[in-house]
């Protein structure tokens, strides 16, 4: 089955770090772009970070340029998000989501996952 | 950064209406726009990319269009199904930006 899974989202103070992880499976993972894209509660779509297939292309929201860092093991099938330096409106659903709509040279998310909650507060 | 507005923010209708809904990026983005349907609680769903392209699976009801700064989603006759919140995003340039959404409500 086609299909993209998160993990590691949970409850941090403000200051701290979490980890989110993707794991992909029923399709060739190392052939797409894949993102992570955020909804705080009861908001619209943020979209956060983006990563090429080799994972030497990264792209970032302004919001999240120097704390997040996303990341890829093509071998594992896994898409990751480290996130430090959170704050509390950094609380969001995270979904990860695999660019394969293809059009020109833009490549449009076709695939996601269920989403991980993470949740800043003290 | 692009920025996208939808309009309007709220619609109510009915089954077998036909709505539009129309998004608008501050600067021209070709035709790198999707559309995205979402329920509570669920992930978005992609209906239409590239401004016009219907994803596969998505019903014939469904249409896009436009090109430049101005884009309407169609739904030619809504089914119960169809309520929800719908998104636009524009894929011109970083930061991939989303609009603030339309909620389609019953009537």
């Known amino acids: 089955e086609v299909q993209l899974v998160e993990s590691g989202g949970g409850l941090v103070q403000p200051g701290g770090s979490l980890r989110l992880s993707c794991e992909a499976s029923g399709f060739t993972f190392s052939s797409y772009y894949m993102g992570w894209v955020r909804q705080a509660p009861g908001k619209g779509l943020e979209w956060v970070a983006n990563i090429n297939q080799g994972g030497s292309e990264e792209n970032y929201v302004d919001s999240v340029k120097g704390r997040f860092t996303i990341s890829r093991v093509n071998a594992k099938n896994s898409l990751y998000l480290q996130m430090n330096s959170l704050r509390a409106e950094d609380t969001a659903v995270y979904y990860c989501a695999r660019a394969g709509a293809n059009w020109g040279s833009r490549w449009y998310y076709d695939l996601w996952g269920r989403g991980t909650l993470v949740t800043v507060s003290s | ?107």
């Open chain 2, 1 to 107: 950064d692009i920025q996208l507005t939808q309009s309007p923010s709220f619609l109510s209708a009915s089954v077998g209406d036909r709505v539009t809904i129309t998004c608008r990026a501050s600067q021209g983005i070709s035709s790198y726009l999707a559309w995205y349907q979402q329920k509570p609680g669920i992930a978005p769903k992609l209906l239409i990319y590239a401004a016009s392209t219907l994803q596969s699976g998505v019903p014939s009801s469904f249409s896009g269009s436009g090109s430049g700064t101005e884009f309407t989603l169609t739904i030619s006759s809504l089914q119960p199904e169809d309520f929800a919140t719908y998104y636009c995003q524009q894929l011109n340039s970083y930061p991939f930006t989303f609009g603030p959404g339309t909620k389609v409500d019953i009537k």
